[in-house]
């Protein structure tokens, strides 16, 4: 399911021609709730498909291959179930330093996500990653709200491109998916009194490159070498009614700030997969669920391409 952000003054009716197939692992894009929803600045559009660029596409859970309900005793793999949630909302922005609980500021599409899918939602998970911006200039523009970005000292002009880049991704925690082992780990993992430690030994990536130079599949990985991400980068955990947030911070690691260098630099010719999920320990925790997953798709980093975060009068900030 693909939910197209647009505003109510420039929404689009729904146009009846034939979307091309989605490639392996992409699902294909359907109907939504409501033709249109007040959305936030820094939302990257839902592409339509193979190929599309400076995007995001939801995912099948099934093309990711996640622990079987015998793991412990086989040792298997096999494809995920649906996942425990819809990809509704994707939002990348540069800023001077890490938007804290983004998630849960008043104009996050945190509080659009129903409006977006005709599929009751439980409750709402998001993903945080923050990458280090790096160097450069980047032209200071204001963005729609008449506003410039907090990122300069010196308005208007061009600035110093330091900070950081956050990709923030929405799930929509089905409520259909309200049962099972799976949903057992992800109710512990969001409970106020659930430990970060637990948090951090459980939280895991699957990251593959779908296309992209030979190098950067190598350092990435094809879905084959999951990851506790507790385990090398430093996480925050954070939460407001009916939202739950976990930011990662992939500069922490030496090592995977290396491969997240190679990334950036490469961004624009690569398709990136990412699957997370809340990975079971013990046997009667299986068989795992993916909980969400997207595809980044050729996004170039370019200078003017992303938008600055720009807090307005207290609302985001």
Sequence with gaps: RC???????????PSAAPQPPPADGEVAVAAVASESWPASPYELRCGEGAGSSQCYLPLDAASFSVRGREYFADGKKAPSARGASELLAVELFR???????VGSRRSAPSHTL??????????????SLVIPAGSGVLPLAPLSSGHFSDLSETVPGPFPVGGVLQLVLYFGVLAAAASGP??????????????????????????????????????VGNKSTPAILGKQLKQT?????????????????????????????????????????????????????????????????????????????????
């Design 3 to 13: 939910a197209v952000a647009a505003s109510a003054a420039s929404a689009a009716p």
């Design 95 to 101: 800023a001077r330093s890490p938007v804290e609980a």
């Design 114 to 127: 129903q409006q977006r899918t005709a599929s009751p939602l439980a409750s709402v998970f998001v993903v």
């Design 182 to 219: 799976a949903h057992q780990l992800l109710r512990a993992f969001t409970a106020p009194d659930t430990s970060d430690a637990w948090r951090n030994g459980r939280f895991k990536i699957i990251p593959g490159v779908e296309a992209g130079p030979w190098i950067v599949r190598k350092a």
């Design 237 to 317: 955990f954070s939460s407001s009614p009916g939202v739950f947030e976990v930011a990662v911070d992939c500069n922490s690691s030496p090592a995977a700030g290396r491969i997240v260098s190679m990334v950036k630099s490469q961004a624009r010719h690569l398709a990136v997969d990412l699957a997370f999920l809340i990975e079971p320990q013990s046997a009667s925790e299986l068989a795992e669920r993916v909980l969400g997953c997207v595809r980044i798709s050729h996004v170039s980093l370019a200078n003017g391409l992303i938008p600055a975060y720009c807090g307005t009068e207290g609302e985001d900030e």
